[in-house]
């Protein structure tokens, strides 16, 4: 993957991390990508105003260098994850802009040259296109997203900041909302170098791949990176036996890969997880729904066959 410029990375999950050596050994040996899942997440991060808490984030970072895999950070900015000080804090504009640049900066500066790519906002835009109602909208402005990137740029003024969604693989009305963000943001100086799309999948819910082409490139033509970053595929909601559905999701996999390397600029395919064995789907639909390229002991998958063929 690295020859063709492409990144392959997981997210990683504290619990199996600490817990369960085979899922650390695949880790190390598969991923050249390590995003924490949920550690540097406002509510575990920074619990209480004056608290950060470190540890989680600080235990996969070593893990990271000593097998030579770079660290993504996921997400400075999100309406979800806030601890209850924030959420039921009654702040003034200016006292949450404050709480939020503290934040973002204490989060970027404290691995200033370490951490390549941010995700910087995360899931900011509604179906329809228009601004998310968060807390960070009704009480900032829809200003908090260009201060976020500001800030992160401040803190660490050489790390690839992102804006991260879901939902916008094709081009549709979710995704127009950011292209028309995004666009809007660089025409303001704003230091923004690409767009994360999550892609959480299902054999019932996949891009049209010429429609997914289209809306990377057009991304691509405003200067900003694309990315793979949450990957996963639901196999449930498909037909046919289990083997049939895997060699489907095999197939499925193979194609996002294929439209990344066909891309002008997309430097990274990054799934949510990589065994079955663990999975927020799971947590999600009360079902082990098979959604990673890693079966739940740890054996490659066809998906995962099926990837290494397209490299
Ligand atoms: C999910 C984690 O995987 C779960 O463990 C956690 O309980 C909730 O968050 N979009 C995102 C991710 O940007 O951070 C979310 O991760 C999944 C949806």
Redesign the pocket.
Known sequence: AQKRGIGIGT?V?LGPFMNDPNYREVLAREFEILVP??AW?FEFVHPTPDRYEFGQVDTLINFAKDNNMEVRG??LV?H??LPKWINEGNFSRDELIKILETHVKTLVGRYRGQIPTW?VV??AINRDGSLRDTIWLRNIGPEYIDMAFQWAHEADPQAKLFY?E?MTEEINQKSDGVYTLVSGMLQRGVPIDGVGF?S?LGLSYLPKLDSLAQNFDRFNQLGLAVQF??LDMKIQDGKGSLEERLAKQAKAYSDLLRVCLQAKKCTALIT??FTDRY??IA?VTGEVEAPLIFDASYRPKPAYDALKEVL
């Open positions: 997210s999950n899942e949920n997440k996921h997400p999100w979800y994850s995700d995360n899931e991260g879901y999550q959480h970053t949450e949510w997880g999975t927020w947590d």
